[in-house]
C-alpha cells in the first residue's frame, strides 16, 4: 500500500508540475493520459502531456499562433475538441474563438487547426478551455497570461511571474460523459493538486514567497460548476484586476469566485515565516477543510515543509461586487435608467427537471455553425438557427441584457459574454444600479431568487459575428442555457475573413463515425 501511494504522489508531481510558459506561438497538443491530481489515477484529457495544461503568456500586442493538433482516443471522453481562450475579443477573428457550433465545427481527431489572432488592445489574466459539450471537465483547461509592459498597478507589487498564477478547478473521478448529468465534484484542485476524502495523503500546491515581498497572484477559476470562497489565512488580498479589467484597488479578506473569473490581487508576505493555508471552499460536493481538502499551502522561504497549523478564521471583509469599480473611467452605454438602450432585452430562465430554457428555448448546437450561417447570407433571428436561440443585434448600440434570477436549481448560474466585457449596473444581491462607474468584466453571478436577483449588464455593439452567451456551468450549458448574441450579421463577412483551413473544418467533421466524435 505505501508502494502504491509513493508511486500516486509521482504521479501526480510529474502530472501537476508547473511547466515552462509557452507562447505566443505554440503547439498545444491534446491527447489521453493517466494522471492522479488528487490520490486516485484515471484517464483524462490532457495539453502537452498535463492537465491543467501549460500556462500561455505573451505580451499586449502580439500575435497569437497556437496550433491545436488532436490525437484523442479514449472512446469514454470525446475524441473531437475545440479551443476557446475566455476573455479574448477576437475581433476581426471571430472564427477563432473556439465554441463549436458557434464559430467552428470541432477539430477532428487525427487532424490540427492553427488559431491565428492578435491582441492588440488587452492585457490581464484569461485561460483557455475546450468548448465542445463537457470536454473541458475531463482535463482541457489551463491558464492564459497576457502582460502589460506599461501596467498601471506596477508600483504595488514586486513580484508577477509563471509561479503567481493559481488556478482552481473540480476535478470528477468519472469522466463526463460516463458520470451523472449533474455531477458533484470529488476534490478542488489548485494548481491542479488537491485531496479528496479518501486521499488525504495526496500531495497539495505549494506556492512560495519571501517575507517582505509583494506578490501579484492571479487567480483564475477554471471550474466546471461549482463557485468557491477563497481565502489565504492571515493574510489580506487587494484587488486591482476583475476579468483582465485593471480596477481601483479593493483589500479584501476572501473572494467568492464563479467558473470563469479571474481576479488579480496584491498579497504583502509581511507575516511570521512559516506556513499558511490557502483555502477554496465550493458552494457544493465536498466542503470544508478536513484533512486539507480544497486546500493549498502558502510557505515562506525558510518554512519548514509541512503542512500548515493555521485555523480558518470567518471572513471579515469579503468582496462585494459592487464595490468594485474600473481604474479608469469606461463609459456605460446608454442613458441612467433602466431599459435607456438602444436595444434592451430580457432573459427569461426556467428549468424543467432535465433542460434549462432562456425565453422558452432550449440551446441545441446547430449541425452548422451559427459563424457559417451568417457567412452563407443568413442574418435574421427567422433564418439563423437555433430556432429561438439567437438574437441579431445591430451594429453601434448599446445593449442592455437583464437576466431575473427565476431558477433556484443550480443558482447562481454564472453568464459568460464572448467577444466584450460588459458593464455590471446591477449585481446579484444589490437592488441598485450604478450607471456611473460599476465594473466592467465578462462573467457574471447571476444570484439567486430568494435575494429577488436580477443582473442588468450592458455593452456596445462594435465586435460584428455571432457571441455566445452561456452559463458557465458547463453541466447546465449542456442542456441548452446559453443564447448567442448574432451582432452586425450583415457586416459580419467582411469583418471576420476565414481562412482556408477554417473552411475545411466542417467537411473533415461531417465524415466522422459517430464514435470518433
Known amino acids: 500500500m505505501a508502494g502504491l501511494r509513493s508511486l500516486c504522489l509521482l504521479l501526480t508531481l510529474a502530472l501537476a508540475e508547473t511547466l515552462a510558459a509557452i507562447g505566443p506561438k505554440a503547439d498545444l497538443i491534446i491527447s489521453n493520459a493517466d494522471i492522479t491530481p488528487d490520490g486516485v489515477t484515471r484517464n483524462a484529457v490532457v495539453v502537452n502531456g498535463v492537465a491543467p495544461g501549460p500556462l500561455i503568456t505573451g505580451q499586449k500586442g502580439d500575435r497569437f499562433q497556437l496550433n491545436v493538433i488532436d490525437k484523442l482516443t479514449n472512446h469514454t471522453m470525446l475524441k473531437a475538441t475545440s479551443v476557446h481562450w475566455h476573455g479574448l475579443f477576437q475581433a476581426g477573428t471571430n472564427w477563432a474563438d473556439g465554441p463549436a457550433f458557434i464559430n467552428q465545427c470541432p477539430i477532428a481527431p487525427g487532424h490540427s487547426f492553427l488559431y491565428d489572432f492578435h491582441v492588440p488592445d488587452q492585457a490581464g489574466t484569461f485561460w483557455y478551455h475546450s468548448h465542445l459539450s463537457t470536454q473541458y471537465c475531463d482535463g482541457l483547461r489551463g491558464p492564459l497570461v497576457i502582460y502589460d509592459p506599461d501596467d498601471p498597478h506596477a508600483h504595488l507589487y514586486d513580484v508577477d511571474n509563471d509561479d503567481t498564477v493559481i488556478t482552481l478547478a473540480d476535478w470528477y473521478q468519472l469522466a463526463a460523459k460516463v458520470g451523472a448529468k449533474f455531477p458533484l465534484s470529488s476534490s478542488t484542485l489548485i494548481n491542479g493538486r488537491g485531496r479528496s476524502n479518501g486521499t488525504t495523503w495526496a500531495e497539495l500546491a505549494v506556492i512560495e514567497v519571501e517575507q517582505g515581498k509583494r506578490y501579484r497572484f492571479r487567480l483564475a477559476s477554471m471550474s466546471c460548476d461549482p463557485n468557491y470562497t477563497f481565502s489565504i489565512d492571515q493574510h489580506d488580498m487587494t484587488i486591482i484586476e476583475v476579468d483582465s479589467v485593471n480596477s481601483k484597488p479593493l483589500t479584501v479578506d476572501s473572494i467568492q469566485i464563479f467558473s470563469g473569473q479571474r481576479y488579480s490581487f496584491v498579497l504583502n508576505a509581511n507575516q511570521t515565516v512559516d506556513n499558511y493555508w490557502i483555502r477554496a471552499n465550493p458552494n457544493a460536493g465536498i466542503i470544508g477543510f478536513k484533512g486539507g481538502i480544497n486546500s493549498a499551502i502558502l510557505r515562506y522561504k525558510g518554512a519548514p515543509k509541512a503542512d500548515p497549523t493555521t485555523r480558518y478564521r470567518p471572513s471579515r471583509n469579503p468582496l462585494v461586487e459592487t464595490n468594485l469599480h474600473p481604474l479608469v473611467p469606461m463609459k456605460v452605454p446608454g442613458r441612467s435608467e433602466p431599459g435607456g438602450v438602444d436595444k434592451p432585452i430580457n432573459l427569461a430562465f426556467r428549468f424543467d427537471g432535465a433542460n434549462f430554457f432562456i425565453n422558452n428555448a432550449s440551446f441545441l448546437p446547430p449541425t452548422v455553425p451559427v459563424l457559417l450561417q451568417v457567412l452563407s447570407g443568413a442574418h435574421t433571428a427567422q433564418e439563423l438557427l437555433p430556432s429561438g436561440s439567437v438574437y441579431p443585434l445591430p451594429l453601434h448600440s448599446s445593449i442592455e441584457i437583464t437576466m431575473p434570477a427565476t431558477v433556484a436549481a443550480g443558482a447562481p448560474h454564472p453568464f459568460h459574454l464572448h467577444g466584450h466585457v460588459f458593464a455590471v449596473v446591477r449585481s446579484a444581491g444589490s437592488s441598485v444600479y450604478n450607471y456611473d462607474d460599476p465594473i466592467f468584466r465578462d462573467v457574471v453571478s447571476t444570484g439567486t431568487p430568494d435575494d429577488h436577483d436580477n443582473v442588468t449588464i450592458r455593452f456596445r455593439t462594435d465586435n460584428p459575428g455571432p457571441w455566445f452567451l452561456h452559463c458557465h456551468v458547463e453541466y447546465h450549458l449542456d ?39
Open 479 to 517: 442542456v441548452g442555457f446559453a443564447v448567442i448574441m448574432a451582432e452586425d450579421a450583415p457586416g459580419a463577412k467582411a469583418a471576420n475573413p476565414v481562412p482556408e483551413a477554417w473552411a475545411d473544418l466542417c467537411p473533415i467533421y461531417d465524415k466522422l463515425a459517430k464514435g470518433d466524435h
